[in-house]
């Protein structure tokens, strides 16, 4: 006999918000699988309001209320159990992030919690991470998001250290990254990976994704350094227009997806890695797993 319980996770970025409806099925004696059922994303970018004036917009408050009135209605279709939603950077760097989180209750029934990059990073942690980490091998995990990149890493199937910087995609587009925060991760990389030899950097995030699909290498290999630089030389070639309509990228990948790969080529040349894997997870598949093992409250939905 199984069991199949459906859960939620709500991931509120700089530069979209998801919602990742995936069903656990649990059989006696095995550990339980997690299967995404589906997975929307909303192109509404926080951090354009957040990193520039310091609020969110009425209207893109609105837009999220809209967003997150749908997201309720499709948990509702899909016979969710239980969920989390979490801002992120974006949202803590507002000054109405609180207002706006109170008018999304009101107004959706729906909670929000706004957590800090500590707590973004040990979620991340919480995902699938592990099945890619082995004992023998150390690891930097670098997750690449629109108003901050956490970064993990791991030795010996452990992690050792993590920390989060204010250095994210749409930042960086609005010139909100100054030297000092640059030099910071510069630093923090170097110093922690000194001590360990051929450190592999495992990537995640929407841009990593779509230069590995670029790529079209299979689930399992690895994106080397000279390709990621390539990519990156070729797409600061190409104007923003042929980026859409020559390489089909949203129009609100196509802009974020440069400073993105540089923040990869800098962990990896910072870090003596000279490949990248690229897993597919994320904040939300934490979150789900957070949850399901307790790490964090849910709500009943």
């Given amino acids: 006999m199984i069991a199949i319980r ?112 500590k707590t973004e990073a040990m979620i991340i942690a919480s995902s699938d991470l592990h099945s890619f980490i082995t004992a023998d091998k150390t690891y930097l995990y670098v997750d690449v998001g629109g108003g901050s990149t956490e970064f993990s890493l791991f030795s010996e199937g452990k992690m050792i250290a993590s920390k989060s910087f204010r250095n994210g995609t749409v930042r960086l587009l609005n010139d909100r990254v100054p030297d000092e925060t640059w030099n910071a991760i510069e630093e923090w990389v170097r110093t922690q990976c000194e001590p360990y030899d051929d450190i592999i950097l495992v990537g995640s995030g929407g841009n990593i994704n779509k230069l590995f699909k670029l790529s079209g290498k299979l689930p399992d290999q690895p994106l080397s350094y000279l390709y990621l630089n390539a990519q990156y030389q070729y797409l600061s070639s190409l104007t923003y227009e042929q980026r859409v309509a020559e390489l089909a990228l949203n129009t609100d990948r196509a802009d974020v997806i440069i400073p993105a790969t540089k923040i990869y080529l800098n962990a990896m040349k910072w870090s003596g890695a000279r490949k990248i894997y690229v897993p597919k997870i994320g904040l939300s598949d934490g979150i789900v797993k957070a949850m399901y093992h307790q790490k964090i409250e849910s709500i009943t939905f």
């Avoid at 979490?86 to 008018?103: E, Q, Y």
């Fill in 6 to 117: 459906k859960y939620a996770a709500i991931d509120i970025g700089s530069n979209a918000m998801r919602l990742l409806i995936t069903n656990i099925v649990e059989q006696e004696g095995k550990e339980p699988q997690f299967n995404k059922s589906s997975l929307i994303r909303v192109p509404i970018r926080l951090g354009q309001d957040s990193f520039t004036t310091g609020i969110i917009s009425q209207e893109n408050a609105l837009r999220m209320v809209d967003a997150m009135e749908a997201f309720r209605l499709l948990m509702k279709v899909y016979k969710v159990e239980r969920y989390k939603a979490c801002a992120t950077s974006a949202m803590r760097d507002s000054l109405n992030g609180p207002d706006v989180v109170k008018l999304i209750k009101e107004k959706t029934s729906i909670d929000i919690e706004i957590i800090d990059g």
